[in-house]
């Protein structure tokens, strides 16, 4: 029951952030907005979200997981409750940042809870298959959902909706999951990390929200980078003389963490983008209905979930390095096969090979990289680590959608028909190209902790290269299928231990234990 609750979080996440696209056309005819300004009932959303990522994570682990559960989905009922009543389109844009906060302090409390209350291996493994799962399909439900409500309620009812499912979460949370007991009096919270930190990451996920349209030599633009990187400089120098740190270093010695962060990126500004440009070629290039669009992302829905079941299985099997490579090389090549059923003629039955090789490769990389994020890393830590990832998630996208519209608009001009289906599709093949590099580099990666262990391997003793899991998923090992901590799934010789020989692997007695 405690994981259908930490699911159903995760999809309210993602329906809150998904939702409200095929309402757009009705929320600007209702409230007045410019074409210009109703872009922000989305930025504002993703602007909060990823900007308080950080601060969010540290809270859970200081504050209580089960407290910051409990209070996101409270300011998600309210807030949702004070959208579907907006008049104006201020409150409706304050309303999405609101709500923006909201996803900053659940997601990581969801992310931290699943990490702590599931062993390390198989069973967290299974969990964040689930957790996955659901964030996955209400990605693409969302669409579904919104056409429906939208044509029969109106726009109103994309927020009414959360209210009682917001509420359930709240209710749920506080009776389900164990008390978060007194607060450790003995750790302080770095407020001034919290401050730096968050005025950066928000002033640069604004800046990739709005320099896109504005220009990036605009004075707001540079501006903007120029504040950004300021503050982000003032938080890595704070985080150094802080004795309690938001972000503390130790988290960054785990390569396996930088990895997933790199991964997580990459995954959003890839995967994450395409449903916007499926959505302008549904909607734009053909003239579907926002329920024929809901119904067209349906199949990607059910793929990508398949995906993240398959990506469970797998990690166990093969490691996670293995799932992360395939499940990005299975992506890539859907991806490419998309673009080429992208024409004019507007079949959808040409785009269903693509879409279920990116699908599935979306769901299995999706599993994969929640779980090499989360392997090795102390309870303490779990907010802040499952904040560092998501962060990258949020920025990643920010960064990737960007850089993707403006391939399109150098391609189409912005323009209706063949134009704009030409942009496209060379946004979905860039796309492809990107996901195939960052399986490449994964690969690489590997190849080249392996030869750093080759190289120092001389007279029959290893000196440590690298110690814990981050070790595993840079050799290709499966950090969650075994109980040695930072030991290997196929190594019996346990984890490394700092400057002291490890003698080389005797031969085995027996057959090796093919579980994971």
């Given at each position: 029951?405690?994981?259908f609750?930490?699911?159903?979080g995760q999809?309210v996440?993602?329906l809150?952030?998904?939702?409200?696209?095929?309402?757009?056309?009705?929320i600007?005819?209702?409230?007045?907005?410019?074409?210009?300004?109703?872009?922000?009932v989305?930025s504002?959303?993703?602007?909060?979200?990823?900007?308080?990522?950080?601060l969010g994570?540290?809270?859970?682990?200081l504050l209580?997981?089960r407290?910051?559960?409990?209070?996101a989905?409270l300011?998600?009922?309210g807030s949702?409750l004070v959208?579907g009543?907006?008049?104006?389109?201020?409150?409706?844009?304050?309303?999405?940042?609101?709500?923006?906060i909201g996803?900053?302090l659940l997601?990581?409390?969801?992310?931290?809870l699943?990490?702590?209350l599931?062993?390390?291996g198989?069973?967290r493994?299974?969990a964040?298959?689930v957790w996955?799962?659901?964030?996955?399909g209400g990605?693409?439900?969302?669409?579904?959902?919104?056409?429906?409500l939208?044509?029969?309620?109106?726009?109103p009812s994309?927020?009414?909706?959360n209210v009682?499912?917001?509420?359930a979460?709240?209710?749920a949370?506080?009776l389900?999951?164990?008390p978060?007991?007194?607060?450790d009096?003995?750790?302080?919270?770095?407020?001034?990390g919290?401050?730096?930190a968050t005025?950066?990451v928000?002033?640069?996920?604004?800046?990739?929200?709005?320099?896109?349209?504005q220009?990036?030599?605009?004075?707001?633009?540079?501006t903007g980078?120029?504040l950004?990187?300021g503050?982000?400089?003032?938080f890595?120098?704070?985080?150094?003389?802080s004795?309690?740190?938001?972000?503390?270093?130790?988290?960054?010695a785990r390569?396996?963490?930088?990895?997933?962060?790199g991964?997580?990126?990459?995954?959003s500004?890839t995967?994450?983008s395409?449903?916007?440009?499926?959505?302008?070629y549904?909607?734009?290039?053909?003239?579907y209905?926002?329920?024929?669009t809901g119904?067209?992302f349906l199949v990607?829905?059910?793929?990508?979930?398949?995906?993240?079941?398959?990506?469970e299985?797998a990690?166990?099997?093969?490691?996670?390095?293995r799932?992360?490579?395939?499940?990005?090389?299975?992506g890539a090549?859907g991806?490419a096969a998309?673009g080429?059923?992208?024409t004019?003629?507007?079949?959808?039955?040409?785009?269903l090979?693509?879409?279920?090789?990116?699908?599935l490769?979306?769901?299995?990389?999706w599993?994969?990289?929640?779980?090499?994020a989360?392997t090795?890393v102390?309870?303490?830590?779990?907010?802040?680590?499952?904040g560092l990832a998501?962060t990258?998630?949020q920025?990643?996208?920010?960064?990737?959608l960007?850089v993707?519209v403006?391939?399109?608009?150098?391609v189409?001009?912005?323009?209706?028909?063949?134009?704009?289906?030409?942009g496209i599709?060379?946004?979905?093949f860039?796309?492809?190209?990107a996901?195939?590099?960052?399986?490449?580099a994964?690969?690489a990666l590997?190849?080249?902790?392996?030869?750093?262990?080759?190289?120092?391997?001389e007279g029959?003793?290893v000196?440590?290269v690298?110690?814990?899991p981050a070790?595993?998923l840079?050799?290709?090992g499966?950090?969650g299928?075994?109980?040695?901590?930072?030991g290997?799934?196929?190594?019996?010789?346990?984890?490394?231990?700092p400057g002291?020989?490890?003698?080389?692997p005797?031969?085995?007695?027996?057959p090796?234990?093919?579980r994971?």
């Amino acid at each position: 029951m405690s994981l259908f609750v930490l699911a159903l979080g995760q999809l309210v996440i993602s329906l809150d952030y998904n939702i409200v696209y095929v309402a757009l056309p009705d929320i600007g005819a209702g409230l007045g907005f410019s074409d210009h300004d109703l872009q922000w009932v989305v930025s504002a959303y993703v602007v909060a979200t990823g900007g308080l990522l950080l601060l969010g994570g540290r809270a859970a682990d200081l504050l209580g997981r089960r407290r910051m559960f409990v209070l996101a989905a409270l300011l998600y009922a309210g807030s949702s409750l004070v959208g579907g009543l907006s008049e104006t389109a201020g409150v409706l844009v304050a309303v999405r940042a609101v709500q923006g906060i909201g996803g900053s302090l659940l997601f990581p409390a969801t992310l931290s809870l699943i990490n702590t209350l599931y062993a390390e291996g198989p069973e967290r493994n299974r969990a964040l298959a689930v957790w996955g799962a659901a964030g996955a399909g209400g990605l693409c439900f969302g669409s579904l959902l919104g056409g429906v409500l939208v044509e029969a309620f109106g726009w109103p009812s994309v927020f009414f909706v959360n209210v009682p499912v917001a509420a359930a979460l709240a209710v749920a949370g506080r009776l389900l999951f164990p008390p978060d007991g007194p607060r450790d009096r003995t750790r302080r919270f770095d407020v001034a990390g919290a401050l730096t930190a968050t005025g950066g990451v928000t002033l640069l996920v604004f800046l990739l929200v709005r320099a896109p349209a504005q220009g990036w030599d605009s004075p707001a633009a540079l501006t903007g980078a120029a504040l950004s990187a300021g503050l982000l400089t003032l938080f890595a120098v704070v985080e150094r003389r802080s004795r309690e740190p938001l972000v503390p270093a130790r988290l960054f010695a785990r390569r396996g963490l930088a990895v997933a962060m790199g991964v997580t990126a990459l995954f959003s500004a890839t995967f994450s983008s395409v449903p916007y440009f499926l959505t302008l070629y549904f909607q734009t290039v053909h003239g579907y209905s926002a329920v024929a669009t809901g119904l067209a992302f349906l199949v990607p829905a059910l793929v990508i979930a398949a995906g993240t079941q398959a990506g469970e299985r797998a990690v166990t099997a093969f490691g996670v390095h293995r799932v992360l490579v395939g499940g990005l090389a299975l992506g890539a090549v859907g991806a490419a096969a998309l673009g080429l059923g992208l024409t004019s003629d507007g079949s959808y039955p040409r785009l269903l090979p693509g879409i279920v090789l990116l699908g599935l490769g979306q769901g299995v990389a999706w599993t994969a990289m929640w779980i090499a994020a989360s392997t090795g890393v102390a309870a303490d830590d779990q907010g802040v680590a499952s904040g560092l990832a998501s962060t990258s998630l949020q920025v990643g996208g920010a960064v990737g959608l960007a850089v993707l519209v403006a391939i399109a608009g150098g391609v189409g001009r912005n323009a209706p028909g063949p134009g704009l289906l030409d942009g496209i599709r060379t946004a979905v093949f860039a796309t492809a190209g990107a996901i195939a590099l960052g399986a490449l580099a994964l690969l690489a990666l590997r190849r080249s902790t392996v030869g750093a262990v080759n190289a120092v391997t001389e007279g029959g003793a290893v000196t440590e290269v690298s110690a814990g899991p981050a070790a595993v998923l840079a050799e290709g090992g499966d950090p969650g299928g075994t109980d040695r901590p930072g030991g290997n799934a196929d190594d019996p010789r346990g984890a490394p231990v700092p400057g002291r020989p490890i003698p080389p692997p005797a031969p085995p007695a027996s057959p090796p234990d093919p579980r994971p």
